[in-house]
């Protein structure tokens, strides 16, 4: 039966793929819930069935009150045996079932999948976003959207059919019976429910802004306490242990703060809560006692409407706290929304189709790009690598180096310019295809917190055991990795390297690194930086195997450390965005212009900048 009921919808099941999401909160919710829409309606349905069996089961309670009243004890069984077996049966049999099957859709069908679908499509979107939209936001905190918002949402769903659907057919069931008994019973049930709708929209108004404010604030811990996680380092270095405890401390205090707010709020609303229940109970029952003093009602009716009140009065409490968590969690879904319903702005075009393979020829004409701003970045570069040609790239701090380097993968579109590969414009191929053709190595080499072989298959997941061991000699990583254990006893290729390969050393990560791209095998290939990290003894054993990396391919390689550039077919250098000069490396050294400055003054073979600016 389980099994049934969590296979009624596939929550990875085919959507259309949006670049723009709704971002309005009904049409967000109605586009993640559309394969949910028939089970949802089925659901309310069964809701409505079982508030109606719990009223008849009250309704009924009177009219065996009556009966009793009305029958000697001796002809009871004779006269109403039959109606009290049925009845039994009922209770026994068909109500659990119908019970079973309500809870069953929600509990089984529903809520596991939602949840899933929600996280599922959110996630998916998500990997979507540019890196230029990652880097302008935490990482923890986009972590925390996606996690938090679907069971907030999941949590509103069984609202809205545990209670909310529930609660509704129950009063207007109450409704009707009080009305069947006696019109007048029903007055002042209709004047506690203005008394409470007014108390719900109270709620309601302030609950929803107050639990939003909160989520906010959840996560802004979240980002800071994560924040400092991922820079534990950093942290220790520089003996910021107390200065990390004030920065999170300011934003827990704000999240006690928004809390304590929200829970004002639902003080509140219990005080109301109990004043409005109060009158039901005294209105509603000491009416229907004065009528069966006037011989206007039965001591059934009196039954009835007691229990009708005092249930009204044990629900009312669970109803409020329903809506309120129902508005609540809608609340976290909207600020959930503010990263998951964001558009991918940065996306293929209409009639993109993968690169085609080519020799590697790269051409950039006229290419700017300043990030928004009115500096920064490239300006007006033109460039072109023949294919199979390597050049290197030179520049001070903030000349456009990383700037060119993203933009031929396509991080950023270009501001203005083409760049080609191969005759291509690569803003109308695919991105896949595009990056699928250019291995990069980076200064920063970190790693997946997965294993050591999952790392390296990362850049060609279909390669064999031995094409990755021999990528690993190549990387002059093998015997390093066969050392490996983790705290699980995972050894050599099997161990995990921790969150962005912290369990190694610099080195050992790069050395990772550049086995993965020397398996990718893409014909381009970008060095940025891509020995930084090595020593010297580890950087002269595996120079022979970068120039063989580069065999047959174009490359760009960035490098401060000029002796890594120098066997370059070309050396480009760039200042304040602009390429100022281009040439071979003696040829730039006869020159005596920036790159000949910069050999001279290099210290231990780097440049020396004299101008610092971020890129």
Same mark, same amino acid.
């Given at each position: ?5 969590? !296979? +009624? ?8 793929? /949006? ?19 028939? +089970? ?13 069996? $719990? ?48 809870? %069953? ?34 990482? %923890?905190?986009?972590?925390? =959207? ?34 069947? &008994? ?18 719900? =929209? ?39 242990? !107390? !200065?990390?405890?004030?920065? #999170?401390? $300011?934003?827990?205090?704000? &999240? ?7 829970? =004002? ?7 109301? +809560? ?65 990263? @998951? ?10 009639? &993109? ?30 460039? *072109?690598?023949?294919?199979?040609? /390597? @050049?290197?790239?030179? %520049? ?48 920063? !080499? ?13 850049? =060609?997941?279909? &390669? ?16 390093? @990795?066969?050392?490996? $254990? ?11 390297? %921790? ?20 398996? /990718? ?7 940025? $930086?891509?020995?930084? #990290? ?6 002269? #054993? ?35 965005? /602009?390429?100022?000069?281009?040439? *071979?490396?003696?040829?730039? +050294? ?5 790159? #000949? ?19």
């Amino acid at each position: 039966m389980f099994r049934f009921l969590e !296979s +009624l919808v596939d929550p990875y099941c085919d959507y259309p793929i /949006k670049d723009r999401p709704p971002t309005r909160l009904w049409p967000f919710l109605r586009d993640y819930g559309h394969p949910f829409r028939k +089970l949802f309606a089925i659901t309310a349905v069964m809701s409505i069935i079982v508030a109606f069996v $719990e009223i008849w089961l009250i309704a009924y309670i009177g009219r065996l009150v009556d009966v009793l009243a009305a029958t000697e004890p001796g002809a009871f069984w004779q006269n109403h045996g039959t109606e009290m077996i049925l009845v039994a049966l009922f209770l026994l049999i068909l109500r659990p079932i119908i019970q079973m099957a309500d809870v %069953g859709l929600l509990n089984n069908a529903i809520l596991p999948n939602f949840g899933t679908l929600i996280r599922w499509r959110a996630h998916s979107h998500v990997l979507r976003q540019s890196v230029g939209w990652f880097e302008n936001d935490f990482a %923890g905190r986009i972590a925390n =959207r996606i996690m938090q918002t679907p069971p907030a949402a999941g949590e509103a769903v069984f609202q809205v059919f545990d209670a909310m659907t529930y609660a509704t057919a129950y009063v207007i069931g109450a409704f009707v019976i009080l009305s069947g &008994a006696d019109i007048r019973l029903a007055l002042p049930l209709l004047a506690w429910l203005v008394l409470y709708g007014f108390l719900v =929209r109270w709620t309601v108004k302030r609950v929803g802004p107050a639990s939003q404010a909160a989520s906010d604030a959840r996560s802004a811990v979240t980002g800071r306490v994560v924040d400092a996680y991922t820079n534990i380092h950093s942290v220790k270095m520089f003996a910021h242990t !107390s !200065s990390e405890r004030d920065y #999170a401390k $300011e934003a827990i205090e704000n &999240a006690r703060r928004t809390f304590q707010v929200e829970m =004002r709020i639902f003080t509140r609303m219990d005080v109301g +809560l109990t004043l409005i229940n109060g009158f039901l109970i005294v209105a509603v029952v000491g009416w229907a006692i004065w009528l069966w003093t006037l011989g206007a009602a039965s001591i059934g009716v009196v039954a009835i409407a007691s229990s009708l009140v005092l249930r009204l009065n044990a629900m009312t409490g669970w109803i409020m706290w329903a809506l309120t968590s129902f508005f609540r969690n809608l609340g976290i879904v909207a600020e959930g929304m503010e990263t @998951i319903a964001q558009p991918v702005t940065l996306v293929d075009a209409a009639d &993109a189709q993968p690169i085609k393979d080519g020799p590697g020829e790269i051409v950039l004409e006229d290419l700017s790009h300043h990030y928004g701003r009115a500096s920064g970045g490239l300006d007006n570069v033109n460039l *072109t690598v023949t294919p199979g040609q /390597k @050049i290197g790239l030179v %520049g001070r701090s903030g000349a456009g180096k990383s700037t060119l380097v993203k933009l031929l993968l396509r991080f950023y579109d270009v501001e203005t310019g083409t760049i080609r590969i191969d005759g291509q414009d690569i803003a109308k191929v695919t991105q896949d295809s595009l990056r699928a053709r250019i291995g990069m190595v980076q200064q920063d !080499s970190s790693l997946l917190h997965r294993s050591v072989r999952d790392n390296i298959l990362y850049g =060609r997941p279909d &390669a064999s055991e031995a094409m990755m061991i021999e990528a690993a000699k190549q990387a002059e990583a093998y015997d390093f @990795i066969l050392d490996l $254990e983790d705290p699980q006893g995972r050894k050599g290729f099997d161990a995990h390297v %921790g969150e962005r390969g912290v369990k190694l050393s610099g080195g050992q990560r790069q050395r990772v690194t550049l086995a993965r791209v020397i398996l /990718k095998d893409a014909p381009i290939l970008v060095l940025d $930086e891509a020995t930084s #990290a090595l020593d010297s003894e580890v950087e002269a #054993a595996i120079q022979d195997t970068l120039y063989g990396m580069m065999e047959g391919k174009t490359v760009i390689a960035i490098a401060h450390r000029l002796s890594t550039i120098a066997r370059m077919d070309r050396i480009v250098v760039l200042d304040g965005g /602009k390429i100022v000069e281009d040439g *071979t490396h003696d040829a730039l +050294l006869q020159e005596r212009g920036l790159y #000949a400055n910069f050999w001279n003054r290099q210290s231990g073979g780097f440049i020396d900048t004299d101008v610092e600016a971020a890129e």
